[in-house]
């Protein structure tokens, strides 16, 4: 088959990694082929991390006036929810994402932006509508979208993406789901007026982390409200009415359902690579759909790379951007960046926030090093007592051999933005004495991690 077009450089999808790798590649002078969908920005811009950190600000503020009499701040009513005004608020703050990367792209004269599915016809032809566009060099980058389990096709129920576009609160919103997208949503409608249960088929939540994590998350989100159902096999969904849906489990044997008003599906991600008839170019993906790529994020077939979710090496918004670091590093020849540099690093937006980097204490304790361990809760750090917001607590782990720190978790005020010391100290290779005997501005939390250090053990395995 003959192309329509040739160009230097391919992308397939606009997310964190193909928009500004094509802003890249333009500027080296390529003419580059932009190819998306759906709304340019990806996942992170228009259902993922934008829109709902913007809910979680919404919600916050609600809970701030809750809580405001414990602290000495009388309110004599209830605040008013208004979502439909919360959602307008989400959608300027991401329409003006989206506005700013389609200015860009429309005032850059190397890259032409091609609307709609692209389809491998060859290893380096792709079609996209009616066009069929060929470059040396194509991009994958089309991200992962919700995975839908068997057994609720035939009943009304939300993804992350449909449940932002609510305009009035649910009564009841039940959640299948008990891991990252469904506790940060479990906690933003329980905040907003809802009651919430959520539903695990695990023993626990968020059953990658230790399992005491798991327990703490989960006291404090019982603590506001919301209710757990765990080892609930979800066997399936059915409507009830027009108002009801109804979620038929197997808990421990026993066959019950529980009736809510909204269903929210957050049983995980699948990626997106299904729809580039990735057969026709002979490229493989492994047993869960993602793309194996080598440390340049080069697929199997030679000039053709994976980057962003969609090759299974980071679930974030960091790891895509970084995807796009080492593509524009190897191109501009210093070729220092690679995947394995990464240190695994989240957060869980629930509030307080909870946020990992590193190794696990449970990883710890089954690897043949040895390793050093301090935790310590909030509620003996000053600064949490003074903001009224003592949940939580923080842990590091040390090699004992090296003294760097390899793991450290903290749940509790500002752990989001305080968990990035641990990671500089990571990433620089730091022996640990070196916060330990650091001296850090007060009052903060972060003025007690050399008092965190002092108090390490060896961890007891």
């Known amino acids: 088959m003959k192309p329509d077009s040739t160009f230097d450089s391919i992308i397939i999808g606009s997310g964190q990694s193909g928009n500004p790798l094509a802003f890249f590649l333009a500027d080296q002078g390529e003419k580059v082929a932009l190819i998306e969908k759906g709304r340019l920005g990806g996942t992170c811009v228009n259902t993922g991390c934008t829109p709902t950190k913007a809910y979680v600000a919404s919600a916050r503020r609600a809970w701030e006036l809750s809580q405001a009499n414990r602290i000495g701040v009388k309110v004599s009513t209830n605040p008013k929810i208004d979502l439909a005004e919360i959602w307008k608020r989400k959608e300027t703050i991401i329409g003006s994402s989206r506005k700013g990367l389609e200015k860009g792209m429309e005032e850059n004269d190397k890259i032409r932006l091609f609307r709609g599915v692209g389809k491998f016809l060859e290893p380096h032809l792709i079609q996209v ?8 060099k194509i991009y994958i980058n089309v991200g992962t979208r919700p995975r839908i389990i068997p057994g609720f096709d035939a009943v009304r129920y939300y993804t992350n993406e449909s449940l932002l576009e609510l305009q009035e609160i649910p009564e009841h919103l039940l959640i299948v789901g008990g891991s990252y997208v469904g506790l940060e949503f479990a906690q933003i409608f329980r905040r907003l007026g809802s009651r919430v249960t959520v539903l695990e088929k695990g023993e626990r939540i968020i059953h990658q982390e230790d399992p005491e994590h798991s327990q703490l998350i989960q006291d404090i989100l019982e603590a506001e409200g919301i209710r757990f159902e765990l080892q609930s096999n979800c066997l399936s969904g059915k409507n009830r009415g027009k108002s009801q849906v109804e979620v038929q489990m197997d808990c421990h044997g026993e066959k019950k359902a529980v009736r809510g008003s909204h269903l929210l ?21 492994d047993e869960k759909g993602f793309i194996p790529v080598n440390e340049k994020l080069e697929a199997e077939i030679p000039g053709i790379f994976a980057i962003g979710d969609c090759n299974g090496k980071g679930a974030f918004t960091h790891t895509a951007f970084h995807d796009f670091e080492i593509i524009q590093d190897h191109i501009s020849g210093a070729e220092k960046k690679k995947t394995s540099d990464r240190i695994l690093n989240y957060a869980l937006y629930i509030d307080p926030p909870f946020a990992r980097a590193g190794i696990t204490k449970t990883q710890a304790l089954t690897s043949k090093k040895n390793y050093l361990f301090a935790e310590m809760p909030m509620s003996q750090i000053n600064r949490a007592k003074e903001k009224g917001e003592t949940q939580g607590k923080m842990e590091v782990l040390i090699e004992e051999k090296s003294g760097q720190i390899v793991g450290a978790m903290i749940c509790g005020t500002g752990a989001d933005e305080i968990i990035g010391i641990f990671l500089t100290a990571m990433y620089g290779k730091l022996h640990f004495e070196v916060l330990m005997n650091g001296v850090f501005t007060h009052p903060t939390i972060t003025e007690l991690i050399p008092t965190l250090l002092q108090s390490l053990q060896p961890l007891k395995k």
């Open 129 to 136: 509508a009616k066009h069929r566009l060929t470059a040396k």
């Open 265 to 285: 599906l957050a049983t995980g991600r699948e990626p997106n690579t299904d729809l580039l008839q990735l057969e026709l170019a002979n490229i493989s993906t």
